[in-house]
Each structure stands twice: as structure tokens, then as C-alpha cells.
């Protein structure tokens, strides 16, 4: 990645949800895709983008599991909380920085590309406060009450929002500060939507197919036909 300013990078991989759809008995950051699990995958890949330090976020019973996972990698290790918010808010406190560039990741996009990555964090280094990376919307949405459709956006006007989404750290932190000092009835879905209601602009950049996130057994059977494709080299 070639860097446009002297400050660290910091990526933050939440991994601290209970989530088992995809029916392996642990959550999902832990199950393993062709022999590395997805929380591993996605530190690999941060590394390979030349992010200078990693935090993983998991809840505190699978600490141990996680670090047997990532014993060949330089990470630090946070708690996580009962919210994707407040696991968030908890990794942000504990870094001593107060300049940096950080990305937020679910673990759970294990595929995507360290390229990608790179255009995050470069956006961010040229000025950007919030960065996303989005990809085109292909189905049809509708805006639905109950049964009934009320609308239909357009859709040539919408994206899918991937990870790593990044931010200005020292701005980042003052928007969880406001956030969590005067709840306004809002809940963060994710990070840009929290810097949106703070009034910070988000720019957008060129996600990737393969920053798929991993969810449920289709999800899991399609990364391992990726990985096994000539795509997947």
C-alpha cells in the first residue's frame, strides 16, 4: 500500500457476535474456511494491506479460542460488548493514539481483498473523515409496512455497504463520545451511519464482490467454491 501520510493505521475486526447461523456450534468469526477461520482470514488480510496494528474485538469466552486461532499474528486483544456499538467503543478506548487512520472490520468479510483495503485507508489519508466502500445494488428494493409495499427506491441511486469502512480516529472517537453520552433514540447499524448522524460527511469508494459478508451455510459454500475456482488461485 503506498502510504500518503506518516501516521499509523489501526484496523479494528469486530468478532465479539453470537452469531450461528451458519450451524458450526461456535460464532461464526470462528468457524474455518478450508482449514483458517474467517477471523484469521481477515487479520491475514489486513497484514498483507500493510496495516500497521490490529485489534480484534471478541467476547471474553472466546478470548482463548481466539488467540489459539491467531497465534502466528501480531494482534491485541479487546472485549467486546452487549451491542456492535459498544464492542466498538470498547476497542476505541483502548488505543493511546490520538492521531491515526482506523478501519473497522467485520470478521465475518474474510475474503476481502488487501486492494480494497488499501483504497479505504488511502481515501482517508487524503482528507476523508469517513470512508465506506460500496457495490452496486442488483435486485429490485421495496419499502415494505407489514405486507403491503408502500415504495420502490431507485435503484440506480443505492449501494451495498461493505468493510472496512474507515475513519479519522480523533473524529471517530468524538462522534462515539456524543453518541453514547445523550442517546437520541438512534441506533448505529455501523460505524458511517454513526458518523452520518454526528454530521460528518462519508465518502464512498469501490468495494469488491469478494468482501461478501459470511453469514450463513450458502454464504460459507459459496467463499470455499471461490477459493477453490481459478478465481480463488
Same mark, same amino acid.
Given at each position: 500500500?503506498?502510504?500518503?501520510?506518516? +501516521?499509523?493505521?489501526?484496523?479494528?475486526?469486530?468478532?465479539?457476535?453470537?452469531?450461528?447461523?451458519?450451524?458450526?456450534?461456535?460464532?461464526?468469526? !470462528?468457524?474455518?474456511? +478450508?482449514?483458517?477461520?474467517?477471523?484469521?482470514? #481477515?487479520?491475514?488480510?489486513?497484514?498483507?494491506?500493510?496495516? %500497521? +496494528?490490529?485489534?480484534?474485538?471478541? #467476547?471474553?469466552?472466546?478470548?482463548?479460542?481466539?488467540?489459539?486461532?491467531?497465534?502466528?499474528?501480531? $494482534?491485541?486483544?479487546?472485549?467486546?460488548?452487549?451491542?456492535?456499538?459498544?464492542?466498538?467503543?470498547?476497542?476505541?478506548?483502548?488505543?493511546?493514539?490520538?492521531?491515526?487512520?482506523?478501519?473497522?472490520?467485520?470478521?465475518?468479510?474474510?475474503?476481502? &481483498? &488487501?486492494?480494497?483495503?488499501?483504497?479505504?485507508?488511502?481515501?482517508?489519508?487524503?482528507?476523508?473523515?469517513?470512508?465506506? &466502500?460500496?457495490?452496486? $445494488?442488483?435486485?429490485?428494493?421495496?419499502?415494505?409496512?407489514?405486507?403491503?409495499?408502500?415504495?420502490?427506491? %431507485?435503484?440506480?441511486?443505492?449501494?451495498?455497504?461493505?468493510?472496512?469502512?474507515?475513519?479519522?480516529?480523533?473524529?471517530?472517537?468524538?462522534?462515539?463520545?456524543?453518541?453514547?453520552?445523550?442517546?437520541?433514540? !438512534?441506533?448505529?447499524?455501523?460505524?458511517?451511519?454513526?458518523?452520518?448522524?454526528?454530521?460528518?460527511? $462519508?465518502?464512498?469508494?469501490?468495494? %469488491?464482490?469478494?468482501? !461478501?459478508?459470511?453469514?450463513?451455510?450458502?454464504?460459507?459454500?459459496?467463499?470455499?467454491?471461490?477459493? %477453490? #475456482?481459478?478465481?480463488?488461485?
Amino acid at each position: 500500500m503506498t502510504r500518503t501520510t506518516s +501516521r499509523p493505521v489501526i484496523a479494528v475486526i469486530a468478532a465479539a457476535g453470537k452469531g450461528t447461523r451458519l450451524g458450526a456450534g461456535v460464532p461464526k468469526a !470462528f468457524v474455518e474456511l +478450508r482449514g483458517e477461520s474467517l477471523i484469521a482470514r #481477515s487479520v491475514r488480510a489486513m497484514g498483507e494491506a500493510g496495516i %500497521d +496494528r490490529i485489534v480484534v474485538v471478541v #467476547s471474553p469466552d472466546t478470548e482463548p479460542l481466539a488467540r489459539e486461532q491467531l497465534a502466528g499474528f501480531s $494482534v491485541s486483544v479487546a472485549h467486546g460488548g452487549a451491542e456492535r456499538a459498544d464492542s466498538i467503543w470498547s476497542a476505541l478506548r483502548g488505543i493511546s493514539l490520538v492521531d491515526a487512520t482506523v478501519v473497522i472490520h467485520d470478521a465475518a468479510r474474510a475474503l476481502t &481483498p &488487501p486492494a480494497m483495503i488499501a483504497r479505504v485507508v488511502q481515501a482517508v489519508e487524503a482528507g476523508a473523515p469517513a470512508v465506506v &466502500p460500496v457495490v452496486p $445494488v442488483t435486485d429490485t428494493v421495496k419499502v415494505v409496512e407489514g405486507t403491503a409495499v408502500r415504495s420502490t427506491p %431507485d435503484r440506480s441511486r443505492l449501494r451495498a455497504v461493505q468493510t472496512p469502512q474507515g475513519f479519522d480516529l480523533r473524529t471517530l472517537r468524538a462522534a462515539n463520545e456524543a453518541y453514547f453520552a445523550s442517546p437520541q433514540g !438512534f441506533a448505529a447499524t455501523d460505524d458511517a451511519s454513526l458518523m452520518e448522524w454526528f454530521g460528518v460527511p $462519508v465518502r464512498t469508494v469501490d468495494g %469488491d464482490p469478494w468482501a !461478501f459478508k459470511i453469514t450463513t451455510p450458502v454464504d460459507l459454500l459459496l467463499a470455499e467454491a471461490l477459493l %477453490d #475456482s481459478d478465481l480463488g488461485g
